[in-house]
T-cell receptor, first 112, second 117 residues
Framework: AQSVTQLDSHVSVSEGTPVLLRCNYS??????LFWYVQHPNKGLQLLLK??????LVKGINGFEAEFKKSETSFHLTKPSAHMSDAAEYFC??????????FGAGTTVTVRA | GAVVSQHPSRVICKSGTSVKIECRSL??????MFWYRQFPKKSLMLMAT?????????EQGVEKDKFLINHASLTLSTLTVTSAHPEDSSFYIC?????????????FGPGTRLLVL
């Protein structure tokens, strides 16, 4: 069984400042981990994924995440937030059955 | 990246009627598709796994006779909400696994918002 905990339900940042979204996971197997973004009334877009290769993963739109097995974490960061980054972000884990387990989501708001 | 479409994007129906939602993979073949339900300001809940050429696998608590899933081809899966009631109103999202992108990666459709009056 696997699960994901997103530690912040809401993150508010000023435009141009760093963004940090925290995610902890649990998994019985070697996990694959993802971050997805969802803009209002839209589907989900894959930001990045970790699948047992490099622990520092770079994604689209300047986002990156670091897989830390010892801390069972997969936090998402971006050095400089943009207004268009305002959205819902989901940390997701999967194992060997292809099913995705979603975190509860983190709402990001960006202040001008 | 791989593209998944859903149709319709929004549907309003009367209580007791059935509604069909289509999920298509546009530029790849998907042997496996997934159907999710999302309540307002909530996360996604996996409803079922749709396998081409075989019966869908439903998650615990999801009514098979209520939510009929058909995966008739490698690019199309359909979800039919039968005898819909207001509590079925929700945002339904499908995803498809693209084997060429790695077995773990799923691409999501834009979602279908269902409102049952």
């Amino acid at each position: 069984a696997q699960s994901v905990t997103q530690l912040d339900s809401h993150v508010s940042v000023s435009e141009g400042t760093p963004v940090l979204l925290r995610c902890n996971y649990s998994s019985s197997y070697s996990p694959s981990l993802f971050w997805y973004v969802q803009h209002p009334n839209k589907g989900l877009q894959l930001l990045l994924k970790y699948t047992s290769a490099a622990t520092l993963v770079k994604g689209i739109n300047g986002f990156e995440a670091e897989f830390k097995k010892s801390e069972t974490s997969f936090h998402l960061t971006k050095p400089s937030a943009h207004m268009s980054d305002a959205a819902e972000y989901f940390c997701v884990v999967t194992s060997n059955d292809y099913k995705l387990s979603f975190g509860a989501g983190t709402t990001v708001t960006v202040r001008a | 990246g791989a593209v998944v479409s859903q149709h319709p994007s929004r549907v309003i129906c009367k209580s007791g009627t059935s509604v069909k939602i289509e999920c298509r993979s546009l530029d790849f073949q998907a042997t496996t598709m997934f159907w999710y339900r999302q309540f307002p300001k909530k996360s996604l809940m996996l409803m079922a796994t749709s396998n081409e050429g075989s019966k869908a696998t439903y998650e615990q608590g999801v009514e098979k006779d209520k939510f009929l899933i058909n995966h008739a081809s490698l690019t199309l899966s359909t979800l039919t909400v039968t005898s819909a009631h207001p509590e079925d109103s929700s945002f339904y999202i499908c995803s498809a696994r693209d084997p060429a992108s790695g077995r773990e990666t799923q691409y999501f459709g834009p979602g279908t918002r269902l409102l049952v009056l």
